[in-house]
């Protein structure tokens, strides 16, 4: 939820920040807060659907064209392995009845699998779905939550301490903040990158390696490499 937060306080602020420039008259702070937040998440929802129209599409063209080119050359590997003097027999002359027998057993070995895999799924939904709703609470309160931390600190410690500490805070911020919007630039310009050279290669998938190799992007250390390799 921590996590969440602090990744979409940051286009939240930037939304109130151009929202109370730019209105005519002034309005509550918690106005500001609803909608920056709607528009933060109206903003994650359109990328999002954006990655998934460009990904889905492709990755289902792909495994339909890697599926035909198997269909299309399996006789062929076939007979190079006869070649090499390896029985194939049993493949080309397997019964339809025996195949769908051991293809209904290797399914009922996998079916526990497939439970549990289910299981530690809904329990990973059901943990975001209480973190995201915990991130979206810390974002509605955090002027509330920043004076009550503001008079802990005040209560506790010297004046002089409390500053240094909110100025560490806000560096810290400021550093994240650089640093989220140069990987999104970054993100951009190497998914436009990867795209324009494999359209003008004239290479397949050059919607779905663009797309790729953005979020590979961010990503920190082995971004980069991982972008490479798709």
């Not at 079916?111 to 991130?135: E, H, K, Q, R, Y």
């Not at 002089?160 to 140069?182: P, Y």
Request: hydrophobic share 50%; aromatic share 8%; proline share 3%.
């Amino acid at each position: 939820s921590g996590c969440s937060g602090i990744f979409l306080h940051i286009p939240m602020n930037g939304f109130r920040n151009f929202l109370q420039k730019h209105a005519k008259r002034p309005h509550k702070e918690r106005f500001w807060n609803i909608i920056s937040l709607v528009l933060t998440l109206l903003s994650v929802c359109i990328v999002l659907a954006a990655v998934c129209m460009l990904m889905i599409p492709a990755l289902i063209q792909s495994i339909m064209d890697i599926y035909n080119k198997v269909q299309h050359n399996l006789p062929i590997w076939l007979n190079q392995l006869a070649a090499y003097g390896i029985d194939t027999a049993m493949l080309k002359n397997a019964e339809q009845g025996q195949l769908l027998q051991k293809l209904i057993v290797g399914v009922g070995n996998w079916v526990p699998t497939i439970f549990s895999a289910a299981a530690s799924t809904a329990s990973v939904v059901v943990d975001g779905v209480v973190g995201f709703i915990l991130a979206i609470y810390l974002l509605m309160e955090r002027h509330t939550i920043g004076r009550q931390l503001n008079k802990v600190l005040e209560a506790n410690l010297q004046h002089t301490t409390c500053q240094k500490i909110r100025d560490t805070g806000n560096l810290i911020c400021q550093i994240f903040r650089s640093f989220l919007c140069g990987q999104c630039l970054e993100a951009v310009i190497l998914g436009t990158l990867m795209f324009l050279a494999f359209a003008i290669c004239g290479i397949s998938y050059a919607g779905l390696i663009g797309v790729l190799t953005a979020v590979c992007s961010f990503i920190p250390f082995v971004g980069a490499f991982l972008a490479c390799c798709t």
